[in-house]
């Protein structure tokens, strides 16, 4: 039996003189396609928002499903509700041209992944006796918990090397990957017991040793994860991970969950797809394998790997959704619905020339074939320069003259951008510009870093969170507001050595400090006056 849509009667072409712009052949393909699952690989700048609206009019005015029937799934809220709000203002257009009911409500559910896992939870959490008020927690509440029980925590047998903000992040580390694959603490910390097993007999040296030592130190922080789980859930509380992890848990694990959210939702779109995490993935594999689900990504554009996605998610997709297809080379032939979206509309010939050869390195990592984009007709020659520099402080200064000439020529009505590699560049492309009188913005909130008000609150806060902050303190230390000397400082780490005065951190962090100014300072012995007669005097 066929999945392809029945009784088709307008076409993307004639709904698009109605409501939206005139789509590409590309475009059209994806708009009309079968109710199945598919995957979309959208380039940049290739309208792939645009289809995804105009996917969803089509649909509602060849009646496959009402827009309150039709689940949007995207990043970030911001995304979602641009999305939202372009697909209501174009279904305004179809009812106003009488192509739909006026009846018919124009609310497409529209929302974030985490605020879909919030969903499932809140419906079906008590089947798994997850309280459904639970409070979201975010990640600096989550890092406080697990400092406060690292800190009390009572073993002896818990040996541990490196600082003590490092040992919290390994241990949120571990929690968020450990959830992230849908397996408990008390299954890895069997798996790593029977290694323990394995080795045990084995001669003592420095790599054997090592290896018994990072398997110990696994499960002891594995035991403290399953306690902080725990007591987040006796609390009512959920962090942003749990959430994710007990909702694909819940899809897994109940299939009547599956049935009753694909009655509600006769087709899902994905988009961003590439940056989909494992237990994403998990849960929306269980709740619409099989299921009219087009995902919409670029594999060059993944940027959540750090949390968990996956570079070939996008390759994997017919694996995850369609029970018919696995990884074997002999299925290879079953239907796959792939599609992808290769004009670009943002760029100039030249410019997307240059970005398709860095794209053939980002190509050979993901094992994956994708088209190379091509410039749009209404697209003009572009200008790609090539300068070399002797040093970082020559290539910004050469950036503000380039940009200080466009300025000059084109007047205010224009702005102009500087994408850079590292966050590092920017203090000094940012110094150039503001040289030579050009108005700057530092996007994001790595701009608002470089303020030094900014700075100096940034590092107060820092020091009060972290004891072992030594240059934060030190930035502290020596700001206008205290203005104490680096003299004063190394004064300061001798008289705590020689009192031995002990607190908690605050040894080590003082004499760390005291170490990198010693040397400047040792030999001068006026240093030793200000502050430590201050000291005596408290």
């Not at 066929?2 to 939206?20: D, F, H, M, T, Y």
């Not at 959210?261 to 989909?276: I, N, P």
């Not at 701009?447 to 072992?468: C, I, R, S």
């Amino acid at each position: 039996m066929s999945n392809s849509p029945k009784n088709q009667s307008r076409s993307a072409l004639e709904i698009a003189q109605v409501a939206g712009r005139t789509p590409t052949d590309e475009q059209i393909r994806i708009i009309e396609s079968a109710l199945e699952p598919a995957v979309v690989i959208a380039g940049a700048g290739s309208g792939k928002t645009e289809t995804m609206a105009a996917r969803v009019l089509w649909l509602v005015a060849n009646g496959h499903a009402k827009p309150e029937e039709i689940l949007g799934l995207t990043f970030t809220r911001k995304a979602a509700a641009e999305l939202k709000k372009r697909i209501k203002d174009r279904l305004k257009q179809l009812r106003k041209a009488g192509l739909i009911d006026r009846n018919l409500s124009i609310e497409v559910p529209v929302m974030t992944y985490h605020s879909y896992a919030g969903n499932i939870l809140r419906e079906y959490g008590l089947r798994l006796g997850i309280d459904t008020d639970s409070e979201l927690i975010g990640e600096a509440v989550v890092w406080q918990q697990a400092a406060k029980v690292l800190r009390t925590w009572e073993d002896e047998e818990f040996e541990y090397e490196g600082a003590f903000k490092t040992l919290v992040s390994d241990l949120l580390g571990l929690t968020k990957s450990a959830m992230e694959h849908g397996v408990s603490e008390s299954q890895i910390i069997a798996e790593s017991e029977k290694v323990l097993e394995r080795i045990a007999d084995l001669p003592s040296d420095k790599d054997v040793d090592k290896v018994k030592l990072v398997l110990k130190q696994r499960i002891k922080l594995l035991e403290i994860s399953k306690k902080l789980r725990e007591e987040r859930i006796a609390s009512g509380q959920l962090s942003f991970d749990d959430q994710m992890f007990y909702a694909a848990k819940i899809a897994q694990d109940i299939d009547k969950v599956g049935e009753l959210e694909r009655a509600k939702f006769k087709v899902v779109l994905l988009d961003e797809y590439q940056d989909t995490s494992q237990s994403q993935v998990r849960m929306l594999s269980a709740l619409y394998k099989n299921h009219p689900i087009m995902a919409v990504g670029d594999p060059y554009q993944a940027i959540y790997g750090w949390r968990g996605a996956a570079i070939g998610t996008i390759k994997h997709f017919h694996e995850a959704f369609n029970s018919g297809i696995s990884g074997n080379s002999d299925q290879k032939s079953l239907n796959r619905a792939e599609y992808e979206l290769s004009t670009t509309f943002r760029n100039d010939v030249s410019i997307l020339e240059l970005a398709n050869k860095v794209g053939k390195v980002v190509g050979a990592q993901i094992e994956l074939e994708v088209k190379e984009l091509k410039a749009s007709p209404k697209a003009g020659p572009g200008v790609v320069v090539r300068d070399i520099y002797e040093n970082v402080e020559l290539e910004a200064a050469g950036i503000a003259e380039r940009f200080a000439r466009l300025w000059e020529q084109k007047g205010s009505n224009e702005s102009f951008a500087v994408l850079v590699r590292n966050r590092k560049q920017i203090i000094e492309i940012e110094k150039a510009l503001r040289n030579l009188d050009l108005p700057v913005e530092v996007l994001g909130i790595g701009g608002l870093m470089q303020v030094p008000e900014v700075t100096d609150v940034f590092t107060l806060l820092k020091v009060l969170v972290d004891a072992e902050a030594g240059s934060a303190l030190m930035r502290h230390l020596t700001s206008p507001r205290l203005a104490i000397g680096v003299q004063d400082i190394a004064a300061l780490g001798r008289f705590k050595r020689k009192r031995d005065y002990k607190s908690e951190g605050a040894t080590d962090l003082i004499t760390s400090m005291a170490t990198q100014v010693l040397e400047t300072a040792e030999a001068d012995d006026s240093a030793t006056g200000s502050l430590i007669e201050a000291l005596d005097e408290i």
